[in-house]
Antibody
Framework: EVQLVETGGGLIQPGGSLRLSCAAS????????ISWVRQAPGKGLEWVSI???????YYADSVKGRFTISRDNSKNTLFLQMNRLRAEDTAVYYC????????????????WGRGTLVTVSS | EIVLTQSPATLSLSPGERATLSCRAS??????LAWYQQKPGQAPRLLIY???NRATGIPARFSGSGSGTDFTLTISSLEPEDFAVYYC??????????FGGGTKVEIK
């Protein structure tokens, strides 16, 4: 089955660190582009970061310098290292795959995980 | 940053009625716009990409139109499972994509 499964969320104090994981099955993460997208409680969606198949990475301004996206090809897993966490980082974090039709990227997200909740609070 | 404004915030309709949702961009995004459906406790589901193309497995009652700054998602006849929140997303300046604030379609 083609799916993404996020883990690693939890309650963390402001200023703390957390690492999220996104395990993929049914496809190879190193052959695709995968993003992290977050959703604060009761709010809309916010793009956070992306890693290209070639390894390039990009970040939203709100997390640049604090979050790092990476992957372990041997485990077919994506990570999001989150440092210096703030209350406004509280959200459900989804990993999402970029739509690829026959080698053409469409920069929309066709496969999402169920998300993992990160709560930043003292 | 390209800002997407969705309207209305809430749409109250009955099953069988037609739903028309709007998404307006702060600058032209050509046809680079998608629509997603999200139900409570679930991840978003891609419905429409590049303004008017239905994603795999999406019923024909969902259709998208528009270009430039004004886009519309139409659900021709609402089914009970269509009551959800809908988001638009632009990819004009990828990878820095942005989403709209959402429209909730609720049962009247």
């Amino acid at each position: 089955e083609v799916q993404l499964v996020e883990t690693g969320g939890g309650l963390i104090q402001p200023g703390g660190s957390l690492r999220l994981s996104c395990a993929a099955s049914g496809f190879i993460v190193s052959n695709t582009y995968i993003s992290w997208v977050r959703q604060a409680p009761g709010k809309g969606l916010e793009w956070v970061s992306i890693i290209y198949s070639g390894g390039s990475t990009y970040y939203a301004d709100s997390v640049k310098g604090r979050f790092t996206i990476s992957r372990d090809n041997s485990k077919n897993t994506l990570f999001l290292q989150m440092n210096r966490l703030r209350a406004e980082d509280t959200a459900v974090y989804y990993c999402a795959r970029v739509l690829d039709y026959g080698g053409n990227l469409y920069w929309y997200f066709d496969l999402w995980g169920r998300g993992t909740l990160v709560t930043v609070s003292s | 940053e390209i800002v997407l404004t969705q309207s209305p915030a809430t749409l109250s309709l009955s099953p069988g009625e037609r739903a028309t949702l709007s998404c307006r961009a702060s600058q032209s995004v050509s046809s680079y716009l998608a629509w997603y459906q999200q139900k409570p406790g679930q991840a978003p589901r891609l419905l429409i990409y590049d303004a008017s193309n239905r994603a795999t497995g999406i019923p024909a009652r969902f259709s998208g139109s528009g270009s430039g700054t004004d886009f519309t998602l139409t659900i021709s006849s609402l089914e009970p499972e269509d009551f959800a929140v809908y988001y638009c997303q632009q990819r004009s300046n990828w990878p820095l994509v942005t989403f709209g604030g959402g429209t909730k379609v609720e049962i009247k």
